[in-house]
């Protein structure tokens, strides 16, 4: 298996500091699965799942506690068994209240899976498949977290003709997906050769970051007796890399028009992780009950890379990784360039948490910011080619219209902007404030609209 | 000499009558007969153009009032003087309608309810709102960032020093409805001005929660509901909500044990009772 170069090179990107060094070269640990565990209803894109069980209830391991509402949603899994201790509001880590089951675990994992192990998928077609796939609650599990089974059903009259392995793992810090590509290489051939079969046979691009190589390497091993047109394409080192727009035109050259799909360009981009999961689910009839980690950060006494159930409470990873070394200053649920700033540690971890970074007080320097200087450096650094200081500006200014004009809406919100702002302009605060005030503008239009007709 | 001078005069002159012949014309056959009134009435409303009657503003409101018989009380800051004129203008009957003021149900700012992080994003309650509430434990209480008093068109809302709670000037508010709109966390509800007693708190958590967020939270003790015997507050889960059907009586201001009622603009109550003077 060779692995080729990407041709083609991103608009803008930016260069942090990697930080991968305390966890990259650390194998994977197993973490013990804690007393209590509370699974989120809303851990991906869509309306939250509604739940299946009551408090007292007796569920199994992988036991269906949660079904999907509405078109995008997705089911959720008990992932530990024993009692159902509440069904309540609880803090999540995207900031937000959302419902969630508390399950005291009974330490037995008695299995009680929703899923049957098939060995024989290749017998099975495309639509079974990914019915599979929506029973077993996959969701992306790179951070967007959008219910893979509606991904792998584009709509009619569309063909998906490359699938993309996303393996870039762009943000800082983070090495969960590293690891896995390095450990579990062949489960990764197994879940591509599945979503290869339900897609109807495009060609294969796992596209890793040229940063690690280890990580390539393993991948070249488990891929040298691949079957069809399967590809290892090293990308080079940047951020936002890993996003999946600037992933395709790297590797393809195709832009996603604005308010587009992927597939309406041809392509699908799948994390690494969600194709193991798919194997698990398909193959191992495991739903989706775990997944990898990394807790690491300055302030982590003993930074690992952690197998750990869905529903684990931040303070319990973080107490398994022997705690905090020091006085606490940040904690982010994530990167440092996209992840969520966390008030406490009481949240659990979902399906798309593949990170916890904990930063010491003086490596969160709190910065006063000044106005725009005009010194271009955000659009050069913008990987959507917008122009983030004069959106800013007129978020500002409260210039709605202006703003929707100049395509706030195709803002990606990776915060290269922020990064390189040598005025500390809060730019991603002010682009997530002017998508979301597009947005409401937009759904009022149409509210009004609608009355007028009725 | 003569006639180079007189051929242009004579034709422009011409033109000229033309022209104006048919303008003559036009005003006669294509005239727009427009009500006088809708300028009157629109000199009479406040030109303040705050929308809060549901029209485009004032221009459109008078438009509506004279052309498509829309009742005559819809503006809020309009002055009882002006709103009789409008009527008597209208061949209506004046019916005023209640002041209403805005009031901001929540009692719980930085001095009384907890911060669990420090928040060093946008100075803006909507930015706030979606990251974890800024640090606040209370997911419902007024974040303090002053949305409602950047939009508010007279600077009827002000941010209370030290406690950072928005605190509306009853006697300044024109009842316009804007800061209604602009808080995220919908805290803001209009009510009528002739009530001073009111529950500021619209913490929905049980009271266990509630207590650790927040030491004037209501905790759905339910002392109230029985003081008055249900009637005029009655409990929406876990908070007892004031219905404003009738003035509440000042004596509940002492059955609230986390004193989450309070009474404000009246002479016996400060009208700003502040955090900061109290604690």
Redo the contacts between chains.
Sequence with gaps: MKTVKAPFKLPGSIHPHYHKESTAALPLEVMPAPAVVQIPMSQHLGAPSKPLVAKGDIVSLGQLIAEPVGFVSASAHASVSGVVRAVTEGASTAGKATTVIEIENDGQDRPGSALLPHADWETLDGKALVSIVAAAGIVGMGGAGFPTHIKLSPPPGKKIDTLILNGAECEPFLTADQRLMIENADALWQGIRILRHILGGPRIRVAIEDNKPEAIQALEKALAKADGDVEIVSLATAYPMGAEKQLIYSLLGREIPSGALPADVGALVENVATAVAVYEAVALGQPLTRRIVTVTGPLIKRPANLMARIGTRLSDLIAFCGGFTGDSGKLICGGPMMGVAQVGSEAPMGKTTSGILALPRRDVALYESAPCIGCNRCVRACPMSLLPCTITMGVEADQMEMVEGLSVLDCIECGCCSFVCPARRPMVQLMRQGKARVQLARRQKQEKEKGKQG | MTTDLLMPVLVLGAIGCLCGLLLAVAARFLHVFEDPRIEKVTGLLPGANCGGCGYAGCADYAKAIVEKNAPTNLCRPCRAAALLEISALMGVEAKTLEKMVALVLCNGGDVRSRR??MY???A?C??AD????S?KVC?YGCLGYGNCARICPVNAIRMMPDSNLALVDADRCISCGLCVKACPRKLIRMVPASHHVHILCSNR?RGILTRKACEVGCIACQKCVKACNGQGIHMEGNLAVADYTAPLSPDLVNVCPQKTINQRGTEAAPAAPGEGASA
């Design positions: 669990a992080s060093n994003g946008l803006e909507t930015s979606m990251v974890s509430g640090g997911r958590d």
